[in-house]
C-alpha cells in the first residue's frame, strides 16, 4: 500500500513538472506582438497606418514598411509601440540599460558630501 502511494506522488511531481516546463518553453518562444506598418503615414491622433506584411518583406513596393511592434490597433492604426524589436528576457526594451538613471547609491553620478 505505501509503495502504491509514494508511485502515485512521484507521477503527480513529474506531471506537475511537465506542465511548468511546457509553459515556460512556450512563454520564451513567442514572437512578440508586431504589424507592419507606413512608416511615413505617422499621424500623431492616430499613430503609423498597418499596410499589409508584404511591404515588410520586399523592397519593391511603394509603401515604406517596417515592422512595428507592441501597441495598440485600431481602426487600422497602431499606436504605443516600437520600431524596436524587443529582446528576449528584457521585459520588452531594446537595450541592455535603456532605463532612467537618476543618481543614488552607486550611480556615479551626483555630488560628493562635504
Keep these: ?3 502504491t502511494r ?3 506522488r512521484s507521477g ?4 506537475g513538472g511537465m506542465g511548468l516546463l511546457a509553459a515556460a518553453l512556450t512563454a520564451c518562444s513567442s514572437e512578440p506582438d508586431k504589424r507592419c506598418v507606413d512608416r511615413d503615414s505617422y499621424n500623431l491622433a492616430k499613430g503609423y ?3 499589409a506584411d508584404k511591404n515588410c518583406k520586399s523592397t519593391k ?5 517596417s515592422w512595428y511592434y507592441g501597441g495598440k490597433k485600431k481602426s487600422g492604426w497602431v499606436d504605443g509601440g516600437s520600431f524596436v524589436k524587443p529582446g528576449k528576457g528584457s521585459g520588452g526594451s531594446g537595450g541592455s540599460h535603456s532605463g532612467v538613471d537618476r543618481g543614488g547609491f552607486g550611480s556615479g553620478k551626483g555630488s560628493s558630501g562635504g
Design 49 to 51: 497606418r498597418v499596410v
Design 61 to 65: 513596393v511603394s509603401v515604406n514598411g
Design 12 to 15: 503527480t511531481v513529474v506531471l
Design 1 to 3: 500500500m505505501a509503495d
Design 6 to 8: 509514494r508511485q502515485l
